[in-house]
């Protein structure tokens, strides 16, 4: 069975500041992963994904994860935190052979961002 | 980009009523909808994989009487809480997909629908 832990139910920086999420995951399989954000009172939207490839993947407003094998992480990182990134994260993974169908989720991680 | 419509985004209702949400995708055809639900301060979890002109497949420990789910058209799949309690009060959120069988295809997700029952 596929597992998600996300390190941290609430991660708080200041603007301007280094943003690091962790996920970590348990997979009997090398599974798809994906990072989702979700703003307050809206639907999830899609960070970045990795499926195959290069394991450092970019995403929309600044973002981009590392996939690490053999430490069985897709970290969610940005260089520097700005107001809007204030949302809720979560971390996806999924089997190959679904396609991405079936997302087992994370608890997600609140990021609050200080002025 | 795609975009996947789900409607009401609020819904208020009283113990025993019915409520239905209808989730659509707007510029693709989805053969398959997904249906999730967010309790608060958790994570999603999948209720039922909604096909179209077939039998929606749920996953174990949700009640498919509860939860009637009808997915009568490539774009439009429904999902009805039959007999609403206040523990059915929660974060609906369906989503799809623009490519099926595309590799690593993301899911598009609605916008949610916050029910509360009371």
């Known amino acids: 069975a596929q597992s998600v832990t996300q390190l941290g139910s609430h991660v708080s920086v200041s603007e301007g500041a280094l943003v690091l999420l962790r996920c970590n995951y348990s997979s009997s399989v090398p599974p798809y992963l994906f990072w989702y954000v979700q703003y307050p009172n809206q639907g999830l939207q899609l960070l970045l994904k990795y499926t195959t490839g290069a394991t450092l993947v970019k995403g929309i407003n600044g973002f981009e994860a590392e996939f690490k094998k053999s430490e069985t992480s897709f970290h969610l990182t940005k260089p520097s935190a700005h107001m809007s990134d204030a949302a809720e994260y979560f971390c996806a993974v999924s089997k190959p052979l679904e396609y991405g169908n079936k997302l087992v989720f994370g608890a997600g991680t609140i990021l609050r961002v200080k002025s | 980009g795609a975009v996947v419509s789900q409607h009401p985004s609020r819904v208020i209702c009283k113990s025993g009523t019915s409520v239905k949400i209808e989730c659509r995708s707007l510029?693709?055809?989805?053969?398959?909808m997904f249906w999730y639900r967010q309790f608060p301060k958790q994570s999603l979890m999948l209720m039922a994989t909604s096909n179209e002109g077939s039998k929606a497949t749920y996953e174990q420990g949700v009640e498919k009487d509860k939860f009637l789910i009808n997915h009568a058209s490539l774009t439009l799949s429904t999902l009805t809480v039959t007999s609403a309690h206040p523990e059915d009060s929660s974060f609906y959120i369906c989503?799809?997909?623009?490519?099926?069988?595309?590799?690593?295809?993301?899911?598009?997700f609605g916008n949610g629908t916050r029910l509360t029952v009371t």
């Open positions: 510029d693709f055809q989805a053969t398959t």
């Open positions: 989503s799809a997909r623009a490519h099926p069988g595309a590799l690593g295809s993301p899911l598009h």
